[in-house]
């Protein structure tokens, strides 16, 4: 109809009333624009509240996890200590010291919560959570997480190196006490206690867990303390009005 308008008033040279619908025409095709940028960017800010949303939990769920792995670290490095005095020359107690090495032993790795945080990524929506602060602190995090995933791993492979195998064939596999005070279990403990490669597992522990302030124990809090971070500025962040 339009058209019809515009050829009409072009054979009868109106110009006026062409230039009117040529202005009708450029304001109809912008306000057709805004429209579709105002439903896309709605579009988008729902789709980033979602995403807010399952960072949400997912962190909520990291904050439950990082504070057993803290205590357990925790626990892991007073069990080594404990068990190196031993090769200090502390009195021998088989109860003692089978049930802190067996405890300071036990391999345990950190599983955070990626789902939300690897689909955002894999879809190349990052840009999609707007707060600045949200975004460079959950790159801070993830990162952070797989240096603690690397030094969990080097852990793993000092224990493989060092105590496993030495470990076992000496002992039984035995995760709970009490071990008793007999002469097998004497000799198994005297025989841990003369093997250097057993101290130096041990050792490492240490250096693994809690060197000079550092190692995974360290890191493992400056995660928690990001998470909690993040859970306040994410719930900052869907307080606010959107579009």
Known sequence: MLLRRV????????????????????????????????????????????????????????????????????????????????????????????????SAIISNNTQPNRNTMQEVLSSGNLRLIREPKIRTGLLELYALYESIALTEAHLARDFDTYLYDTTFSIIPVQFEGPWDDTAANRAAAQALLDNIAVENGLRLILVNLDFNGSGIIANLEVAQHQVFTLLEEIENALDKPRL
């Open 7 to 102: 050829t009409k008033h072009v054979k009868e040279q109106n110009w006026f009333a062409v230039g009117v619908d040529f202005l009708i025409v450029v304001v109809g095709v912008f306000i057709g624009i805004q429209v579709a940028n105002w439903n896309d960017a709605r579009s988008d800010v729902r789709v980033g509240d979602d995403y807010l949303r399952g960072l949400h939990a997912d962190l909520s769920a990291d904050a439950a996890m990082l504070a057993f792995e803290i205590e357990a670290r925790h626990q892991q490095l007073e069990d080594a200590e404990v068990v190196l005095e031993f090769f200090d020359g502390r009195a021998l107690d088989t109860n003692v010291f089978f049930g802190r090495y067996i």
